[in-house]
Each structure stands twice: as C-alpha cells, then as structure tokens.
C-alpha cells in the first residue's frame, strides 16, 4: 500500500488511517463487553481530518474515546499521533451485533468467530513474537478510551 499510495511518494492512505481508529474503537467495545457481539463494523465516519502524511516506518499511535454507547451503537471520538502530531482525527459510529439475530442457524458461527477474537486479544495484550501491539484500556468517567500503538 505504502509503496504505490502515490508513486514515487509512500505514505499511509488516509482510508487505512480511518481503518486503523476503527480497529481500535472496535476492540475498545469487544474489551468493554466481554465480547458480546460477533459483528462490529463502521456505520458512519464523520468529520475526519489529516494532518500530516504517515511515511514508512512511522509509528501510528491511536486514541479513541466512547462519546456515547448505546445498545446497538457506540460513538467515538478518534485521533492517530506522532511525536504528539496529528496525524488523523475525527468522529464515528460503530455499530455491533451477533449474526445469529438475522438467522438464528448461524450461532455457532457467532461463537466461534468470538472465540477467534479472544484468542486474537490474548496474543496482541501480551505483545507476543509474532504481534508487537498494545492495547491500553483507560477507565475514565464516564467514558472508557483505548490507547493502541
């Protein structure tokens, strides 16, 4: 991606920005509620910003925060940093469900997509050989936050 983003320029595209905030509010909610849904995907991206390019070899740190957390949808306020720059920021939406509330015959499915996110979640929270990450829950009131490198 880096390499071809602009030919003869590499930089992080700014829609893997928006990705990677996304990832990290989605684990923020996985982490929150115990993995109780299967599913959790953008539903809408809102005002979001760049700042800077992402050069290869730079470490995006994320930080996003639940503004309000509902029963089908969270809301988050979001910014990607670098050396205290920002890099990307913005507002979304995410919403979660299980598969099994559109057909009841894929609870198993549910089940073992959860299990693979709670292995996923063992290996990134212990930064093991093959998955340099960290995940950071800050538990602030109200609202929890995520710090994610």
């Not at 979640?121 to 998955?131: D, H, N, P, R, Y």
Request: hydrophobic content about 45%.
């Amino acid at each position: 991606y880096l390499a071809d983003h602009f030919p003869g320029f590499p930089v992080m595209p700014g829609v893997l920005m928006l990705e990677a905030l996304t990832q990290a509010g989605a684990w923020l909610i996985r982490l929150t509620e115990d993995f109780a849904h299967s599913v959790v995907l953008l539903k809408q991206a809102r005002t979001i910003k760049y700042g800077s390019f992402v050069e290869p070899g730079r470490q995006l740190e994320l930080r996003v925060e639940m503004a309000a957390h509902g029963d089908r949808e969270t809301s988050f306020k979001g910014v990607g940093v670098i050396d205290g720059q920002e890099m990307v920021k913005g507002r979304f939406i995410l919403q979660r469900y299980n598969l099994r509330e559109r057909d009841p015959g894929l609870h198993a499915t549910d089940a073992a997509i959860v299990a693979g996110l709670r292995e996923l979640s063992a290996t990134l929270c212990k930064g093991s050989v093959g998955a340099r990450a960290m995940i950071r829950i800050e538990r602030t009131a109200p609202n929890p936050s995520v710090v994610a490198p």
